[in-house]
């Protein structure tokens, strides 16, 4: 069965802004010039030019008329048609008229002409219209001679609709480069403001950032700017309260493990002590993440020297295969927190761990390779979920609170990237940090 293609506009026309709005106002109006200057050639200039044509062809048909019936008195006719016609006329005798046509670059006058003058006249005829200035000389063969007539080229053909297409191409120059210039000043209002999101929405601020433009791109940017701070301050406060839960949760904690620590030992001792040390360990995760967000700027970094001190800062099996140098802007504390909870992961669930580092056109990543149990794809997005740990082999026996992908996912999209995960060649796991270059 044949496939059907179906072609949609959007993938013939341009996908930026800019190139459309260019398109919006450059095709309509080469499309009006076009049909007015068509109408205009067919309707005025090439009437006009064929009606002045076959007013020449007549009289030089006269002319040639007269000469074979008033051979005497050809001269004075001549004369006299001069005077009155303004034509010219000259008889050569014992002459030829050339074989080859001369041509004008715009071929519609020749054929109109040639078309008038094949009308009026049975002689074979001979025509210049490109040469001689304001003149156009047409020769007819009469016998074994050549009358020359030489004609005003006002009166051959219509020679002033060029000005009026010269005045219809410069306005229209003049409208487009107006309506150009309009939007180019509209549309670098709205990249400005692509680039103000995209600096918030990776952590950054953009301080020189002013709303400019038409009075709906000013009314997006301060929305924009509105849910910036409205979300900053959430996030402060989120941090804030984690914080004081965290710190204030040490207290109870540690008198708890004291209390245990005087108590006879036993199975249940020894689980409740487990408990309490995961519990910490959660409090320890919490801080961390906290201080983390807390007054750190973003500050450009190497991401490869990064990701190589954090390996050698774990040890175990990690090794580098494929390290780009290559730099970002990050919070440096969240992303080697990040870093570190991904490469520990892999190491905790495999027993080979390999890492690319990689420089793409736009994105910095970290490949890390595992050869452990995996994750099935089902349940991958699970796997990002806080406090959430997949009953599959891959978490058995293994420590963690279930935060380490959560903080890692939650880090790289405050950054404008993300984390995905997918099957590793080595048999395992597949974890992908990208970040902005």
Same mark, same amino acid.
């Not at 999209?413 to 940090?433: A, N, W």
């Given at each position: 069965m044949a496939k059907r293609f179906h072609i949609r506009l959007r993938d013939i026309t341009p996908r930026g802004l800019y190139p459309r709005s260019v398109l919006m106002v450059v095709l309509p109006m080469i499309l009006l010039?076009?049909? $007015?200057?068509?109408?205009?050639?067919?309707? *005025?200039?090439?009437?006009?030019? +064929?009606?002045l044509s076959q007013t020449i062809s007549s009289e030089i048909q006269f002319m040639v008329e007269l000469r074979r019936q008033y051979p005497d008195q050809f001269d004075a006719l001549r004369d006299e048609a001069s005077r009155s016609m303004q034509l010219d006329a000259t008889v050569l005798e014992n002459s030829r008229i050339p074989t080859e046509q001369k041509r004008l670059f715009f071929s519609a006058l020749d054929d109109i002409f040639s078309r008038e003058l094949d009308v009026s006249l049975d002689q074979p005829f001979w025509f210049d219209i490109s040469g001689y200035g304001e003149k156009v000389e047409i020769q007819v063969q009469d016998g074994s001679d050549v009358i020359r007539f030489m004609a005003e080229r006002d009166r051959t053909f219509s020679t002033t609709g060029h000005i009026f297409i010269v005045w219809v191409i410069g306005a229209s120059g003049i409208l487009i480069a107006l309506a150009l210039g309009f939007l180019r000043n509209q549309v670098r209002s709205i990249l400005k403001l692509t680039e103000a999101a995209k600096a918030y929405g990776r952590g +950054?601020?953009?301080?020189?950032?002013?709303?400019?433009?038409?009075? %709906?791109?000013?009314?997006?940017?301060?929305? $924009?700017?509105?849910m910036r701070t409205r979300l900053t301050t959430f996030a402060e406060q989120r941090t804030t309260m984690l914080a004081g839960i965290s710190h204030d949760l040490r207290t109870p904690l540690t008198r708890l493990k004291l209390q245990l620590a005087m108590m006879e030992e036993t199975d249940d001792i020894r689980a409740a002590r487990e408990d309490l040390r995961q519990m910490g360990a959660m409090l320890d995760e919490y801080l961390a993440f906290a201080s983390g967000v807390e007054g750190e700027a973003p500050t450009e970094m190497r991401f490869d020297t990064l990701v190589a001190d954090t390996v050698a800062a774990l040890g175990g099996q990690a090794t580098i295969r494929k390290a780009d140098a290559v730099s970002i802007i990050a919070r440096e504390g969240l992303i080697r927190r990040a870093v570190t909870n991904l490469i520990s992961n892999a190491q905790g669930f495999g027993d080979r761990v390999e890492i690319?580092?990689?420089? @793409?056109?736009?994105?910095?990543?970290? &490949?890390?390779?595992?050869? #452990?149990?995996?994750?099935? !794809?089902?349940?991958?997005? %699970?796997?990002?979920?806080?406090? *959430? +740990?997949?009953?599959?082999?891959?978490? =058995?026996? &293994? !420590?963690?609170?279930?935060? #380490?992908?959560?903080?890692?996912?939650?880090?790289? +999209? =405050?950054? #404008? #990237?993300?984390?995905?995960?997918?099957?590793? !060649?080595? @048999? @395992?796991?597949? &974890?992908?940090?990208?970040? !902005?270059?």
């Open positions: 010039l076009s049909a $007015v200057t068509y109408i205009f050639y067919d309707s *005025h200039w090439r009437h006009t030019s +064929r009606k +950054r601020d953009a301080d020189n950032y002013r709303p400019s433009g038409a009075t %709906e791109i000013r009314d997006a940017a301060r929305a $924009v700017m509105d690319d580092i990689i420089e @793409g056109p736009h994105m910095a990543e970290l &490949v890390i390779d595992d050869d #452990g149990p995996g994750i099935p !794809p089902d349940e991958r997005e %699970e796997a990002f979920r806080p406090f *959430h +740990r997949l009953d599959a082999s891959r978490n =058995q026996n &293994v !420590p963690g609170t279930g935060l #380490g992908l959560s903080i890692a996912r939650d880090t790289a +999209r =405050q950054h #404008g #990237g993300d984390i995905r995960l997918e099957d590793s !060649p080595l @048999g @395992g796991l597949r &974890v992908r940090l990208r970040l !902005p270059i």
